[in-house]
T-cell receptor, first 112, second 114 residues
Framework: AQSVSQHNHHVILSEAASLELGCNYSYGGTVNLFWYVQYPGQHLQLLLKYFSGDPLVKGIKGFEAEFIKSKFSFNLRKPSVQWSDTAEYFCAVNAGNTPLVFGKGTRLSVIA | NAGVTQTPKFRVLKTGQSMTLLCAQDMNHEYMYWYRQDPGMGLRLIHYSVGEGTTAKGEVPDGYNVSRLKKQNFLLGLESAAPSQTSVYFC?????????????FGPGTRLTVL
């Protein structure tokens, strides 16, 4: 069965700092990878997804993620965070016809 | 399209009470899911359904039952609520489980069991 690890529980950054949130998964086959974001008081929204092709995926709001197959990783990045990026970020994975498995989430707090 | 809707948005139960959470989607999706979200635990799949009349267990199914009598609705039932079921519950739907198919999430239901 797949599993997803997000190593950072809570990340605190100043505005304009660069962001990288780690995501590692365990599964030997072909996977589909997702990053979801949950802003305070709101429901989950899809940030970006990867299922094939260019391993560098660009999503909404300036976010991107890179799939590194050899490292089983799909880290989320943003060059310069804003206060409005304060949210909880979830990495998720599925393979073939299986439901999504989510990581435990990383809470991002951006301070002015 | 309303997307995925959940009712109620908030609920407080006493231990031992029962209730049903309703999820509805108007996108003609085959697949529907119930997740619970707990601090430090992320999202965990409770049950899911791959079509009308079918359900399957997810990661944490104990204490919950589900039904998918109509394609557009997926009900999550708690027969005898316990404080451990205090959580935020999210419903989601998708065209399929397969690659690249995104899930659409509902706004969540915050349940407190006293």
């Amino acid at each position: 069965a797949q599993s997803v690890s997000q190593h950072n529980h809570h990340v605190i950054l100043s505005e304009a700092a660069s962001l990288e949130l780690g995501c590692n998964y365990s599964y030997g086959g072909t996977v589909n990878l997702f990053w979801y974001v949950q802003y305070p008081g709101q429901h989950l929204q899809l940030l970006l997804k990867y299922f094939s092709g260019d391993p560098l995926v660009k999503g909404i709001k300036g976010f991107e993620a890179e799939f590194i197959k050899s490292k089983f990783s799909f880290n989320l990045r943003k060059p310069s965070v804003q206060w409005s990026d304060t949210a909880e970020y979830f990495c998720a994975v599925n393979a073939g016809n299986t439901p999504l498995v989510f990581g435990k989430g990383t809470r991002l707090s951006v301070i002015a | 399209n309303a997307g995925v809707t959940q009712t109620p948005k908030f609920r407080v139960l006493k231990t031992g009470q029962s209730m049903t959470l309703l999820c509805a989607q108007d996108m003609n999706h085959e697949y529907m899911y119930w997740y619970r979200q707990d601090p430090g635990m992320g999202l965990r799949l409770i049950h899911y359904s791959v079509g009308e009349g079918t359900t399957a267990k997810g990661e944490v199914p104990d204490g919950y039952n589900v039904s998918r009598l109509k394609k557009q609705n997926f009900l999550l039932g708690l027969e005898s609520a316990a404080p451990s079921q205090t959580s935020v519950y999210f419903c989601a739907s998708s065209y399929s489980l397969a690659s690249g198919r995104r899930k659409f999430f509902g706004p969540g239901t915050r349940l407190t069991v006293l």
